[in-house]
């Protein structure tokens, strides 16, 4: 298991604010590394409506999550890029970087990635992460699915990339939503060979009959 990674990760305008509130705070706390952040507009009226009212930019909405982590237990770096700035690092296949989650993934954005249509920053930098065969993970909220989601989710299956669906279990008995979260987040980071203290695991069934 590594214990230090460069991510590129994205945030579309689906909802589950939540999801990406884990997943910031437990690189932020426990994993070393260095990530590109890129937000897209919906994806902060999501958040306004889901967790904050009051974020208007990409700097105040990385801020509202990581807020109450005094900065000398910040192991984990995010650098922000805007989604228009398709000329940035992620953009590049000779970036830096080991993966990329986009979570939560709207169908918008992951319809865009499945057709090739790298019209923005997020768009182009999962396309280059299939295109370099480095890791890439969607997590879509959406419920019911229709059948041009289900073909979608199965062409990026196909060239390479993982869907995990923002469906968590309930055998680790969670006691709050933000348990919920974190066996999301922990999918996503256990796909990317990380492990951490907040990582949830099945220990196996050892009842007997």
């Known amino acids: 298991m590594m214990d230090k990674i460069n991510l590129i990760i994205g945030v579309s305008g689906a909802s589950g604010s939540i999801y990406i509130s884990n997943l910031l705070q437990t690189l932020s ?6 990530s590109a952040l890129i937000i897209s507009d919906s994806a902060l ?5 889901e967790i904050n009212p009051h974020i208007r930019s990409e700097e105040s909405f990385l801020n509202d999550i990581l807020g109450n982590l005094p900065d000398e237990k910040r192991i984990h770096q995010f650098e922000i890029f805007s989604t228009s700035d398709t000329g940035a690092p992620p953009a590049s296949g000779s970036a830096n970087y080991e993966g990329m989650v986009i979570m939560p993934c709207s169908m918008k954005t992951l319809s865009a990635v499945a057709r ?29 699915l229709s ?41 996503a980071l256990n796909l990317l060979g990380i492990s951490t203290r907040r990582s949830i695991t099945w220990k196996g069934d050892h009842e007997t009959a």
């Open 29 to 34: 706390e426990f994993v070393e590394g260095k």
């Open 147 to 187: 059948l041009i989601h289900i073909q979608n989710m199965r062409d990026l299956t196909l060239a390479g990339a993982v869907i995990l669906p923002a469906s968590p279990g309930f055998y680790h008995k969670p006691s709050s939503m933000n348990d919920l979260a974190n066996f999301i987040t922990s999918k």
């Open 116 to 144: 090739g249509h790298a019209s923005n920053l997020m768009e182009r930098a999962a396309d280059v992460c299939i295109k370099e065969r480095k890791k890439l993970i969607l997590t879509p909220r959406e419920t019911p």
């Open 45 to 49: 009226r999501v958040y306004r409506e």
